[in-house]
Each structure stands twice: as structure tokens, then as C-alpha cells.
């Protein structure tokens, strides 16, 4: 079973970057659409960046477009989400997740994810 670890959370000035890492044990991530999600105190979870098996296609939520990079290193079986103009509405716990796929594409459904981390904190100060 794909065990997922979050990493590179923390806080940060509003303008600010961080990246975070995602990093599977268990199984090989080379097999799986990869996401990162976010949850804000009060608020819903909603999708934040997609990125297929062989990382050619890559999609981002509006909020992020610009600002946010997600990209992947399936030899080291990882997935990042960097970061960068931070601001104070990007506050939340970010989760990554696994999403076994046959097919080179992605979903922006958490529901269709199997797997997930437990979450990473980043605060933006302003």
C-alpha cells in the first residue's frame, strides 16, 4: 500500500516562497496522476494542482495559476508544489494524494484519489 508523506510546510511573509515534497513509500508513484489539495480552517477541500503519470499535462486551480508549480521526479518517487508570491488566503494544510490511473491523464476530484498524505501546514502572514 502507497503510504504518502507531505514535507515543506511552514510560515511565511505574504511575496514569500516555500515548496513542498510529497513522497511515497510502499509502491513506485510512476503509475499514478498526482495531486495536491488544500483544506483552510472552515472551509471545504478544493484541488490545487494535477500532474499525469508522465507529467506532460499539468493543470492548476485558478487561485493558483502563475504563482504555483507542480511538478515530479518519478525515480525518486516524489511530487513538489512549489510555491511562490505567497499570500495570506493560501493559508491551509496541503495534501497530496495518489490517483491510480491506466490512462496519461489526471482528475480534479479528490474522491477519485486513493491515497493521501496527512497534510502539511503553511501559514502566509501579511
Known amino acids: 500500500q502507497v503510504q504518502l508523506v507531505e514535507s515543506g510546510g511552514g510560515l511565511v511573509q505574504a511575496g514569500g516562497s516555500l515548496r513542498g515534497s510529497c513522497t511515497a513509500s510502499?509502491?513506485?508513484?510512476?503509475?499514478?496522476?498526482m495531486g495536491w489539495f488544500r483544506q483552510a480552517p472552515g472551509k471545504e477541500r478544493e484541488f490545487v494542482a494535477a500532474?499525469?503519470?508522465?507529467?506532460?499535462?499539468?493543470r492548476y486551480a485558478d487561485s493558483v495559476k502563475g504563482r504555483f508549480t507542480i511538478s515530479r521526479e518519478n525515480v525518486k518517487s516524489t511530487v513538489y508544489l512549489q510555491m511562490n508570491s505567497l499570500k495570506a488566503e493560501d493559508t491551509a494544510v496541503y495534501y497530496c494524494a495518489a490517483d491510480l490511473r491506466y490512462g496519461d491523464d489526471y482528475s480534479i476530484e479528490g474522491f477519485n484519489y486513493e491515497y493521501w498524505g496527512r497534510g502539511t501546514q503553511v501559514t502566509v502572514s501579511s
Open positions: 510502499g509502491g513506485n508513484l510512476s503509475g499514478y496522476a
Open positions: 500532474i499525469t503519470r508522465s507529467g506532460t499535462t499539468i
